[in-house]
């Protein structure tokens, strides 16, 4: 069974302080990885998707892969209020299913 | 350009009794997905059109769970007849044609609680 996990938290970071969000995935075959955040009540919205080894930035936000140990990691720089969210992990082989983890729940404290 | 978006946001029936979920994709995406979470667990996922074709629907649950998308446009989900356990929200997601297809776009759901 292809599994994603993440640790539910809560992950409680200062206002301004680096969030670090991991993820593992089960299936070597997987292609694209995708971070997705959530607020309450509301659908997922795509913040970060990364395909190939290493880091990609975009803003406050970095996406590393590392294919080897079948891990992937979002930062969040200079954490606000407002980043407050669920963060969700999601991997797929190109254009099927994606295969989602429980989340990671992260409260930025001002 | 508009989003996703799905009808209706919210229903609740009774067990035994019929709904009808519905997904408008963003305009040109081929692919449509549909997901879905129920409380404390994951979202998983159902079923994948491609245009007017049935792709992947190895994580529908059961019979009673329909599809369909006439046309390539909108989709229908139809769950007939619902039982407790099917309580949950119902996510559509669309991504654009072939390999550029990577990202998809979620929208805001349907809740559905069975009594």
């Known amino acids: 069974q292809k599994e994603v996990e993440q640790n539910s938290g809560p992950l409680s970071v200062p206002e301004g302080a680096i969030a670090s969000l991991n993820c593992t995935y089960s299936?070597?075959?997987?292609?694209?990885f995708f971070w997705y955040r959530q607020y309450s009540g509301k659908s997922p919205e795509l913040i970060m998707s990364?395909?190939?080894?290493g880091d990609k930035e975009d803003g406050r936000f970095t996406a590393q892969l590392n294919k080897a140990s079948q891990y992937v990691s979002l930062l969040i720089r200079d954490s606000q209020p407002s980043d407050s969210a669920t963060y969700l992990c999601a991997v797929n082989q190109a254009g099927t299913a994606l295969i989602f983890g429980k989340g990671t729940t992260l409260s930025v404290s001002s | 350009e508009a989003g996703v978006t799905q009808f209706p946001s919210h229903s609740v029936i009774e067990k035994g009794q019929t709904v009808t979920l519905r997904c408008d994709p963003i305009s040109g995406h081929d692919n449509l997905y549909w997901y879905r979470r129920v409380m404390g667990k994951e979202i998983k996922f159902l079923l994948h059109f491609v245009k007017e074709s049935k792709q992947d629907e190895s994580g529908m649950p059961n019979n009673r769970f329909l599809a369909e998308r006439t046309g390539g446009t909108y989709s229908t989900l139809k769950v007939q007849p619902a039982e407790l356990e099917d309580s949950g929200v119902y996510f559509c997601a669309s991504s654009l044609p072939g390999l550029a297809g990577g990202e998809q776009f979620f929208g805001p759901g349907t809740r559905l609680t069975v009594l």
């Open positions: 299936d070597r075959g997987s292609q694209s």
């Open positions: 990364i395909y190939s080894n």
